[in-house]
């Protein structure tokens, strides 16, 4: 459907895919032509409410039930009237088949969701993950989406062992089957009927939904199908980047509360405190999503990241503009940078080679400038564990309870230890494009060997499972000894690998195993990605 869309936009002839043998994972059928211009209009509709207040109705059985929505409600006393302001209000109208629906979607929100995306967690003042919930009521495809992950989720992650287990998932994957159809049928719709009109608003929307689709073939597994939605999802959002309708405001994140002290919380200016809408938190959930998208799967495709012209823009910090990916991932900015880096680099290593025309000493400039800029995040992510280890713990204890699922929520020592275990594989990866594959040199058992660690290291499983690329890259690169190693960090995740990508994150790793002795130095790791019958996502 989606890989469609992307091809009308390139005026490229629609690519027939051919269904994979497995895994099973229900596939949407066959469908016209549709036609999506590139042309952004950024109007707001006409029906968007500007009132203070929206009625949100929620129809189950028949029962109508009238809900103020309140999420955004102003704090500025002047405040400024854009699509994704202040004022605006949305009204949603819900028609639920049966109260499952809803405890489908409150299962997602509040269990599936976080043991998915285990270092996201937004404070109060970002409405916590509410904005799953808006999703979920403004669109049925949405919906039925998530009805899908739950119930897949639940299909292979068994709650109960046994022939209880075994029914219950059989039940399960038929509604997996039945639900992501109508989703997939709807989107389709959505997209025939939005065209050459869709503004902001609409192509915001619609990013999000394409986003939550690449979700759901993310944990699914099916590696086939997520290539022309990835594609699709990078082009709507480039048009909203572009447009002129879009605010800084968007990439601005509200206080931590966690991190004030009584004293400063008596200094709050709240005129400039905001309170941000579902939409704003979503958009920026599904930004962090799709830069991560986009780097790990062009470091497979030996292409440059197509949005590598926006991440200095929104991911360095030094605009008003800034998107903090450890909000999402775990992991900061800076490595995520120095990796795209390394994507560009190994890109160009591989066409001016092509073309004849390829510099050593080009090469080792540019990868010691990745260096650097890997040695500085790492100098100045010491110096902040070293500062927090020293300052006392008052520290936002008064606005402890501002902090939605704070039980949940990971101490920030296990943000640093994710941000160092992606560093140390981007450190590898990069040693990799630069030199060749070589495995056993003293550099690189030395960051193997720190990186099993700190992956052995990790309390719960869940945290494990946003590392399938640098799971992917440290294990690929272990010597024999160490296989062990690996396979039992992996073991610690089951049942949960059983979704998303760390599973094929450890077939990779296997079948570069099976190749030990065999390979040359012209392997590398877009090779290993490349090992397996089909390409993964390996988010």
């Not at 897949?152 to 039945?178: D, H, I, M, N």
């Not at 160009?348 to 000493?361: C, L, P």
Request: proline letters at 6%.
């Amino acid at each position: 459907m989606i890989q469609r869309i992307t091809n009308q936009i390139d005026n490229e002839p629609a690519a027939l895919v051919e269904p994979a043998d497995s895994p099973p994972v229900p596939t949407p059928d066959p469908t016209p032509g549709i036609t999506v211009s590139e042309s952004v209009d950024d109007t707001t509709p006409v029906s968007w409410p500007s009132s203070i207040y929206s009625d949100i109705s929620l129809n189950s059985d028949n029962r109508a039930h009238e809900i103020h929505n309140t999420l955004d409600l102003p704090l500025r006393a002047t405040p400024e009237q854009s699509l994704f302001g202040d004022t605006f209000r949305e009204t949603l109208n819900v028609n639920f088949h049966g109260e499952e629906d809803l405890r489908f979607l409150m299962t997602y929100k509040d269990y599936v969701f976080p043991l998915l995306h285990p270092f996201y967690h937004t404070s109060f003042f970002e409405g916590g993950h509410n904005w799953l919930l808006v999703a979920a009521f403004r669109n049925p495809e949405s919906r039925q989406l998530i009805v899908s992950l739950v119930t897949y989720f639940f299909s292979v992650v068994p709650l109960v062992p046994g022939a209880g287990y075994t029914l219950c998932s059989t039940f399960a994957w038929e509604q997996v089957q039945k639900q992501s159809e109508k989703a997939f049928k709807g989107m389709q719709h959505r997209v025939e009927m939005l065209g050459v009109t869709a503004n902001l608003w609409e192509r915001t929307h619609l990013f999000g939904d394409i986003m939550l689709l690449l979700e759901f073939e993310t944990m699914t597994q099916y590696s086939q199908a997520w290539r022309p939605h990835l594609d699709a999802a990078i082009i709507l959002f480039k048009q909203i980047l572009d447009s002129p309708e879009l605010r800084h405001v968007v990439w601005r994140v509200t206080f931590d509360p966690t991190e004030m002290s009584a004293d400063q919380a008596n200094r709050i200016d709240c005129s400039g405190v905001n309170l941000f809408s579902s939409t704003q938190v979503a958009l920026r959930f599904f930004a962090a999503k799709i830069f991560l998208g986009d780097i790990v799967s062009s470091s497979a495709l030996e292409q440059v990241p197509r949005l590598n012209d926006y991440y200095e823009k929104l991911m360095s910090g030094q605009g008003e503009a800034s998107l903090n990916m450890k909000d999402v991932t775990g992991c900061e900015n800076w490595v995520f940078l120095s990796i795209a880096d390394t994507v560009a680099l190994d890109a160009w290593k591989k066409e001016t080679k092509m073309n004849g025309n390829f510099s050593f000493m080009t090469l080792v400039q540019r990868a010691g400038k990745v260096l650097e800029k890997l040695d500085r995040g790492l100098a100045m992510l010491n110096a902040e564990e070293s500062r927090a280890q020293n300052a006392p713990h008052q520290q936002g204890e008064i606005f402890a309870e501002f902090t939605l699922l704070r039980s949940m929520r990971p101490p920030q020592d296990a943000y640093y230890t994710i941000t160092r275990i992606w560093a140390t594989a981007a450190r590898l990866y990069l040693i990799v494009v630069l030199s060749g594959w070589s495995p056993g040199t003293s550099d690189v058992d030395e960051l193997v060997s720190d990186n099993l660690k700190l992956l052995q290291d990790l309390n719960k499983p869940s945290w494990l499972m946003p590392l399938a690329w640098p799971f992917c890259v440290t294990g690929c690169l272990v010597s024999e000894s160490q296989e062990l190693v690996v396979e039992s960090i992996f073991d610690r995740t089951k049942p949960l690998s059983n979704v998303g990508g760390l599973t094929e994150a450890m077939k990779i790793v296997r079948e570069t195993w099976k190749r030990r002795g065999v390979l040359n130095q012209e392997w590398d790791m877009a090779a290993c990605f490349r090992s397996l019958d089909d390409i993964p996502l390996l988010v």
